[in-house]
């Protein structure tokens, strides 16, 4: 019985042992928890939410069929598996999951469909979103996010999203929305405006509440799906491309989309605003395989620097490391926000399926998988102190309060100035597709403003109207 009993003892302070092992773990993670979230700025309540990743593998390359390379690569979409085998030893495969996975079967629409839709959504909705597309150069980043605009079916994502933004647009009754696109690329380290080239390099700031700016960007008001095509066109044409061994028109720079709408709703009169940024970065490289010469070679070293800052900081924040180095380079500090911070973030890791890019594709599954552990905080941006619509609106009261004093002012006295009404001022960072695109047309005035002309031709007519039945009765 003394054995027995002593044999439950130890199993009691066994169990009391594990189970306070635990409750003082649990208790840690949630002291843990509750300082990471306080540390961000108090928004505990707001949920995390992960950063989305997805893996699309190209088809086999005409050369890489020439050259009989083997492929190495597997996809399973049904499963959101990626298996890669060493050619070496083929029973060494490494297995990885993603939330989804597309193979070379998987079309634009398709993709756009099933990841990015959704993410539009709630950019109209008020919410900050991140597109971006990371890998070795030459696996189909620039496929992915541009494709080929003018064809319906080859259309990349950043096309899509105009037509998606449009069609939400011309359903929604009830709701003024303003929408504005600028577009930069990170070139040598140095920040280049891409709708106005030849302007010197631009600067990043961090803005309390807001997080990291450029200020004097340039952004374009576009009313219609075309107008922001042509805008990316237009931007596209200024962007640095050079050639390569592993590509003929691969992209030397790190380009970013950025759209930005503001919507009201006339109703409840809120504000919402949502920002989209698509990126569709410069490729990984080994200067070896890309034959780099000079000044290939000093971009190559540059971009490879941002790249390996962005895996640190992706590493950091998978890890939940208290210091993240987004310092490091002008990409990540970009990135902030779209990285750990306010916004639904969408990585696309892209891969080629060959022998030959076996090293680099294992590189891009390992960062696309610890990408995956990153928690962002988005948030709903309502009523925002910097929204023009609210500018607009303001401007509109005041123009509407003025317009009814003098209604009332005008019978006693016709010699109200006129000079007081003035359409609000164009932002100097406020440029038309016209402009861009060199022509000099000037900008069609808003609604507001040529209802409000419309009402002041009115009222002129009827004074004038007045003074003549005045002068002929006098008569
Ligand atoms: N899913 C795909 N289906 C058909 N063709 C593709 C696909 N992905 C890529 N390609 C083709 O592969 C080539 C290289 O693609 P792309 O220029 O987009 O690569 P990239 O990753 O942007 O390269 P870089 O980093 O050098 O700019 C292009 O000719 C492109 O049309």
């Excluded at 577009?183 to 140095?190: F, H, N, P, R, T």
């Excluded at 803005?207 to 374009?220: A, Y």
């Excluded at 609000?424 to 000099?440: A, F, M, N």
């Excluded at 609604?447 to 003074?467: G, P, Y």
Aim: with cysteine.
């Amino acid at each position: 019985v003394g054995r027995c009993f002593g044999d439950l003892k130890n199993r009691l302070f066994v169990f009391l042992g594990k189970f306070s092992f635990k409750f003082r773990s649990c208790l840690s993670l949630f002291i843990e928890m509750d300082r990471s979230t306080s540390a961000k700025g108090g928004r505990s309540k707001v949920p995390n939410e992960s950063v989305h990743v997805i893996v699309r593998c190209r088809p086999i390359s005409q050369k890489e069929k020439a050259e009989k390379n083997e492929i190495v690569t597997t996809i399973y979409p049904n499963r959101g598996v990626v298996e890669i085998a060493s050619s070496e030893n083929k029973e060494n495969r490494k297995v990885f999951t993603y939330d989804a996975v597309y193979d070379h079967n998987a079309n634009q629409k398709t993709v756009y469909t099933e990841v990015v839709r959704p993410l539009v959504t709630s950019v109209l909705d008020g919410f900050n979103g991140c597109i971006f597309a990371y890998g070795q150069t030459g696996t189909g980043k620039t496929y992915t996010m541009e494709g080929t605009p003018s064809s319906e079916e080859q259309m990349g994502i950043i096309p899509r999203t105009f037509e998606q933004i449009w069609s939400h647009i011309d359903r929604t009754r009830n709701s003024n929305f303003l929408v504005e696109v600028s577009y930069l690329e990170i070139y040598m380290e140095e920040l280049r405006d891409l709708l106005q080239p030849g302007t010197k390099s631009l600067e990043l700031r961090e803005k309390e509440k807001v997080g990291v700016v450029v200020p004097n960007l340039h952004s374009v008001c576009c009313k219609s799906a075309e107008d922001m095509l042509r805008v990316m066109v237009q931007g596209n044409k200024n962007r640095t491309v050079g050639f390569t061994n592993m590509n003929e028109h691969s992209s030397r720079s790190h380009a970013i989309f950025i759209i930005k709408i503001e919507m009201c709703d006339v109703e409840t009169n809120i504000i919402k605003v949502g920002k989209l940024n698509l990126i569709d970065l410069a490729g990984s490289e080994r200067q070896s395989k890309t034959g780099a010469t000079a000044d290939r070679l000093k971009e190559a070293s540059k971009i490879n620097l941002a790249l390996s800052s962005l895996g640190n900081v992706i590493s950091a924040l998978a890890e939940d490391s208290p210091h993240v180095p987004y310092r490091d380079s002008k990409l990540t500090r970009l990135l902030q926000d779209s990285l750990g911070g306010n916004s639904k973030t969408i990585m696309v890791a892209n891969i080629g399926p060959s022998v030959l890019n076996y090293n680099e594709t294992l590189t891009t599954l390992r960062y696309a998988s610890r990408a995956k552990k990153i928690q962002n905080k988005p948030i709903k941006n309502e009523d925002p102190q910097d929204a023009k619509l609210k500018e607009y609106q303001e401007e509109i009261q005041r123009l509407k309060n003025l317009l009814a004093q003098r209604h009332t002012t005008e019978r006693v006295s016709s010699a109200m100035s006129t000079s007081r009404l003035k359409k609000p001022r164009k932002q100097r960072s406020e440029i038309t597709v016209e402009d861009i695109e060199g022509d000099t047309c000037e900008e069609e005035e808003p609604q507001f403003v040529k209802e409000d002309a419309k009402t002041k031709e009115e009222l002129e007519r009827e004074k004038k109207t007045t003074a003549e039945l005045a002068s002929s009765s006098v008569s």
